[in-house]
């Protein structure tokens, strides 16, 4: 058998394998629990409003509350190769005409993690109470910030 028959007999049987190892599926490498803080801050305009956070009565605002709730922090990991990211923003068109590059990038493998954080407990109601007994209702979510502010006028 000559050697170039050898050889594109060789790549005809690579290409298959090549396609097929795109990329594993995302799999948990690793969690992080922890509490976060963040102080929310509510004002009123005017000031002077008294506020309800989830239901229980504070002070008027002006007013810090911190607020402490879970957060995990989850690490996914997938192994992939080059020829996939080559692949991933063309159409049909654009992988059959760079097809001469990434079937030799796919044999280059490399490991994706990412990161995602997921938080519990952490919406929250806060209600105001103005001086001539109207009321304003906000609902805010926390996502791990420092700090929150919230400003509640009366309704119109």
Not at 78 to 85: I, Q, T
Not at 118 to 136: L, S, W
Request: proline share 7%.
């Amino acid at each position: 058998m000559p050697a170039a028959l050898r050889t594109a007999r060789a790549l005809l049987l690579a290409v298959p394998f090549a396609a097929s190892a795109c990329q594993t599926p995302w799999v948990e490498d690793g969690r992080a629990e922890d509490v976060v803080e963040t102080n929310v801050v509510i004002r009123s305009e005017p000031s002077g409003a008294m506020i309800h956070f989830n239901g229980k009565r504070q002070d008027a605002a002006p007013i810090r509350i911190p607020v402490r709730y879970p957060h995990v922090t989850e690490q996914w990991a997938r192994s992939s190769n080059f020829g996939a990211s080559i692949r991933e923003g063309t159409g049909v068109v654009g992988t059959i005409l760079l097809l001469p590059i990434w079937i030799p990038a796919s044999f280059v493998q490399y490991r994706e993690t990412i990161k995602r954080h997921r938080y519990g407990g952490n919406v929250h109601v806060i209600r105001a109470t103005f001086a001539d007994r109207t009321e304003r209702e906000e609902t805010v979510t926390l996502d791990g910030e420092a700090e929150v502010t919230v400003t509640l006028v009366p309704p119109r």
